[in-house]
């Protein structure tokens, strides 16, 4: 009977069915935060965290490795094709407002049809035919003084005869743009192969020179427009700014580049005119055109940025791997007492140290982001050292 009266004691005093369950985030994932955010400041915690499941180091190396990333997918993928024609201009705004009324004056058609920009009539060829180069140029006349006034003699006591000042009309190109149809040569290869390989040419009463002027090449399949140093005479070919692009872009569909003269890519009117303000009429069409090189060039900034993203990932999966091999070899040798630390432990090391330098990395580059890259590399790099200094650094006692 006593055994009896135990049992159903038990029984009366044990927890009941629908009692409370542990505590998850007391037990296990609190402890786990704390554990990982000592690893932000003390090395020694990175290096107590060696023996961690293997999960852990490798998603805080893996999230390490988009926070660096970071500052450089925004840099590439915030680009735009439309900065090209952005102040200063060199008078590009000009050039482009005025080849498209020289367009619509011309009847010369450029128009983009199944992703390809075409010529119907062959009427560019035509209408250029005699002209050397075979390309639309940008003009502008100035006065520029030949013979400068002479001064008083103040030698003499009567004053000499003032001579009157000369002058000369001048005349300067700006831009160009050259249409090259289906040429097997792309828009960027013909711009180096036939333009900014070309010497000073005189036309009329100035000189083109093609290595100084602003110009745009246009071709079936895409286009290219350099910003160059606009001066009269020199011999640079320094490309201030480039930009190159395809018609296959939806939004430029049906687009005749001669329409850009009175209205924009979305078909809206200007609502200055060329004859009433024509400061506001070229900056309404620059905008036009702007939106055409940022849409043009859209996908090949995606493609850029992509290439550029995935090369600087790499850089830093090899640095992440260096580091944790650098980790490796300064625990060898007979008398260290850290030997004992295999090749995986001295990874995740690593894999543990690197969120913090990531994260100063990104900040930094983004204050100066032509470091980018150099910032993650000499963080990651200065705090492996100095945990194999300090925290890894044999101790011997007497």
Same mark, same amino acid.
């Given at each position: 009977?006593?055994?009896?009266?135990?049992?159903?004691?038990?029984?009366?005093?044990?927890?009941?069915?629908?009692?409370?369950?542990?505590?998850?985030?007391?037990?296990?994932?609190?402890?786990?935060?704390?554990?990982?955010? #000592?690893? /932000?400041?003390? $090395? %020694?915690?990175?290096? @107590?965290?060696?023996?961690? &499941?293997?999960?852990? =180091?490798?998603?805080?190396?893996?999230?390490?490795?988009?926070?660096?990333?970071?500052?450089?997918?925004?840099?590439?993928?915030?680009?735009?094709?439309?900065?090209?024609?952005?102040?200063?201009?060199?008078?590009?705004?000009?050039?482009?407002?005025?080849?498209? #009324?020289? /367009?619509?004056? $011309? %009847?010369?058609?450029? @128009?983009?049809?199944?992703? &390809?920009?075409?010529? =119907?009539?062959?009427?560019?060829?035509?209408?250029?035919?005699?002209?050397?180069?075979?390309?639309?140029?940008?003009?502008?006349?100035?006065?520029?003084?030949?013979?400068?006034?002479?001064?008083?003699?103040?030698?003499?006591?009567?004053?000499?005869?003032?001579?009157?000042?000369?002058?000369?009309?001048?005349?300067?190109?700006?831009?160009?743009?050259?249409?090259?149809?289906?040429?097997?040569?792309?828009?960027?290869?013909?711009?180096?192969?036939?333009?900014?390989?070309?010497?000073?040419?005189?036309?009329?009463?100035?000189?083109?020179?093609?290595?100084?002027?602003?110009?745009?090449?246009?071709?079936?399949?895409?286009?290219?427009?350099?910003?160059?140093?606009?001066?009269?005479?020199?011999?640079?070919?320094?490309?201030?700014?480039?930009?190159?692009?395809?018609?296959?872009?939806?939004?430029?569909?049906?687009?005749?580049?001669?329409?850009?003269?009175?209205?924009?890519?979305?078909?809206?009117?200007?609502?200055?005119?060329?004859?009433?303000?024509?400061?506001?009429?070229?900056?309404?069409?620059?905008?036009?055109?702007?939106?055409?090189?940022?849409?043009?060039?859209?996908?090949?900034?995606?493609?850029?940025?992509?290439?550029?993203?995935?090369?600087?990932?790499?850089?830093?999966?090899?640095?992440?791997?260096?580091?944790?091999?650098?980790?490796?070899?300064?625990?060898?040798?007979?008398?260290?007492?850290?030997?004992?630390?295999?090749?995986?432990?001295?990874?995740?090391?690593?894999?543990?140290?690197?969120?913090?330098?990531?994260?100063?990395?990104?900040?930094?580059?983004?204050?100066?982001?032509?470091?980018?890259?150099?910032?993650?590399?000499?963080?990651?790099?200065?705090?492996?050292?100095?945990?194999?200094?300090?925290?890894?650094?044999?101790?011997?006692?007497?």
């Amino acid at each position: 009977m006593s055994n009896k009266k135990k049992i159903k004691a038990q029984k009366v005093n044990a927890a009941p069915k629908g009692g409370k369950k542990p505590n998850v985030w007391k037990a296990k994932i609190w402890p786990a935060i704390k554990s990982w955010a #000592r690893t /932000l400041i003390s $090395n %020694d915690a990175c290096v @107590e965290k060696r023996n961690a &499941k293997w999960y852990g =180091p490798l998603a805080v190396a893996i999230v390490s490795l988009i926070v660096a990333l970071v500052p450089m997918m925004v840099t590439s993928f915030s680009q735009s094709g439309g900065t090209v024609i952005d102040s200063p201009t060199y008078n590009m705004d000009i050039g482009l407002a005025e080849f498209s #009324r020289y /367009l619509e004056a $011309n %009847d010369i058609v450029l @128009e983009v049809e199944d992703g &390809k920009l075409v010529n =119907p009539g062959n009427t560019w060829r035509a209408h250029f035919a005699e002209k050397t180069p075979q390309a639309y140029l940008h003009s502008y006349t100035y006065q520029t003084v030949v013979i400068p006034p002479t001064g008083n003699d103040s030698s003499s006591s009567s004053s000499s005869e003032q001579q009157n000042p000369v002058y000369e009309t001048v005349t300067s190109f700006d831009f160009a743009v050259y249409f090259i149809g289906d040429s097997d040569l792309t828009p960027a290869e013909y711009a180096s192969e036939n333009v900014l390989s070309r010497s000073p040419m005189t036309i009329g009463d100035g000189t083109y020179n093609p290595k100084t002027t602003s110009f745009m090449v246009l071709s079936n399949n895409g286009f290219v427009i350099y910003k160059m140093p606009n001066y009269d005479g020199g011999d640079s070919n320094s490309v201030l700014a480039s930009t190159a692009g395809e018609w296959s872009t939806s939004s430029l569909e049906g687009l005749s580049l001669g329409s850009l003269a009175s209205k924009n890519l979305e078909g809206t009117p200007y609502t200055a005119s060329y004859e009433s303000d024509p400061r506001a009429y070229v900056n309404e069409v620059r905008l036009a055109w702007r939106q055409l090189f940022h849409d043009g060039a859209a996908y090949g900034v995606m493609i850029n940025g992509l290439t550029w993203v995935g090369i600087v990932a790499a850089i830093f999966v090899a640095l992440t791997f260096i580091l944790g091999l650098t980790v490796f070899l300064m625990t060898r040798g007979k008398r260290n007492p850290f030997n004992v630390y295999t090749f995986w432990q001295s990874q995740k090391i690593a894999y543990w140290a690197s969120f913090t330098p990531a994260v100063l990395a990104m900040i930094l580059s983004f204050i100066v982001p032509s470091w980018a890259i150099l910032f993650y590399i000499f963080l990651f790099g200065m705090r492996i050292m100095w945990m194999s200094m300090r925290s890894l650094r044999p101790q011997y006692t007497e």
